[in-house]
């Protein structure tokens, strides 16, 4: 059993940054893969980016401002998201899986955080 434990959300402004960070325990972090979601109000949730392995992909709405890294000393994953935007207002989600080299669909992870959330005003 894995818990994943999200910080660093917060209320910035248009164009400003925020680094979410994921902490793990209870398993072995660097057999997991590892994704951030987003949900807003309303709204299904979206995948944001995934790292397992060499393996990195972001949604396209994010692509250029967001970046994912991890830290598997720390048993951390990282989401630096730069150039924010009013519309990535959402609740973010960590998630691991057991697919080491990462998937991009929600139904592709096994464990969960219970999330951060982002608000980025006008």
């Known amino acids: 059993q894995v818990q994943l434990v999200e910080s660093g959300g917060g209320s910035v402004q248009a164009g400003g940054s925020l680094r979410l960070s994921c902490g793990a325990s209870g398993g072995t972090f660097s057999a997991y893969g590892m994704g951030w979601f987003r949900q807003a109000p309303g709204e299904e949730r979206q995948f944001v980016a995934t790292i397992g392995g060499v393996n990195i992909r972001y949604a396209d709405s994010v692509k250029g401002r967001f970046t994912i890294s991890r830290d598997n000393v720390k048993n951390t994953v990282y989401l630096q998201m730069n150039g924010l935007k009013p519309e990535d207002t959402a609740v973010y989600y960590c998630?691991?899986?057991?697919?080491?080299?990462?998937?991009?669909?929600?139904?592709?992870?096994?464990?969960w955080g219970q999330g951060t959330q982002v608000t980025v005003s006008p």
């Open positions: 998630a691991a899986s057991y697919k080491v080299f990462g998937v991009i669909t929600a139904s592709g992870y096994n464990y």
